[in-house]
T-cell receptor
Framework: GAGVSQSPRYKVAKRGQDVALRCDPI?????LFWYQQALGQGPEFLTY????????KSGLPSDRFFAERPEGSVSTLKIQRTQQEDSAVYLC???????????????FGPGTRLTVL | AQTVTQSQPEMSVQEAETVTLSCTYD???????LFWYKQPPSRQMILVIR??????QNATENRFSVNFQKAAKSFSLKISDSQLGDAAMYFC????????????FGTGTRLQVFP
């Protein structure tokens, strides 16, 4: 595809509901990242995949947050029992691969704005 | 842990003028990258410019340039000949080259451009 796509663009959930946010990275991109951007703040790292392997999930705020990328392409971020503090924009980014010798740009999707009522 | 600080929540500039956005960071690492990203209302993060820490020469990209002061841990962005399309949120970001590729962002500066 032309870029990173995310769906839905907007999601409204009632407190306690489960939600699933989808990210379609650029075809062939090995690395995939999820970030959470609260209103008026910069994005904060949630988790990182290299192909299907979740190599870093240190940013996930609680065990209600779960991410997967089973076939090394599309990724889903799932939030169980949503709380009001989960309201934020969730950004997905992908890059070609990790290379210490050369910087590979992270390309961002448009994000999913989650509102928990 | 690394941190990125942007102390200017908002800045404004007149069209065709020059503006400088400030960023400081804290790290004990020697091998890293620094970035400026632009986020328009559409929310799509766009890379503006990057700087490798091992390079002493300041990066430039057309009307955008940085002033990288490694010892002072300062990384400011200068926008020359400002255009209305430059209006957006600007985020400074850090990426370690000794860890995963995750980006650490500052809180952002909202830039307004007046005709």
């Amino acid at each position: 595809g032309a870029g990173v796509s995310q769906s839905p663009r907007y999601k409204v959930a009632k407190r306690g509901q489960d939600v699933a946010l989808r990210c379609d990275p650029i075809s062939g991109h090995v690395s995939l990242f999820w970030y959470q951007q609260a209103l008026g703040q910069g994005p904060e790292f949630l988790t990182y995949f290299q192909n299907e392997a979740q190599l870093d999930k240190s940013g996930l705020p609680s065990d209600r947050f779960f991410a997967e990328r089973p076939e090394g392409s599309v990724s889903t971020l799932k939030i169980q029992r949503t709380q009001q503090e989960d309201s934020a924009v969730y950004l997905c980014a992908s890059s070609v691969h990790r290379d210490r010798e050369y910087y590979n740009e992270q390309f961002f999707g448009p994000g999913t704005r989650l509102t928990v009522l | 842990a690394q941190t990125v600080t942007q102390s200017q929540p908002e800045m404004s500039v007149q069209e065709a003028e020059t503006v400088t956005l400030s960023c400081t960071y804290d790290t004990s690492e020697s091998d890293y990258y620094l970035f400026w990203y632009k986020q328009p209302p559409s929310r799509q993060m766009i890379l503006v410019i990057r700087q490798e820490a091992y390079k002493q020469q300041n990066a430039t990209e057309n009307r955008f340039s940085v002033n990288f002061q490694k010892a002072a841990k300062s990384f400011s962005l200068k926008i020359s000949d400002s255009q209305l399309g430059d209006a957006a949120m600007y985020f400074c970001a850090y990426r370690s080259n000794e860890d995963t590729d995750k980006l650490i962002f500052g809180t952002g500066t909202r830039l307004q451009v007046f005709p």
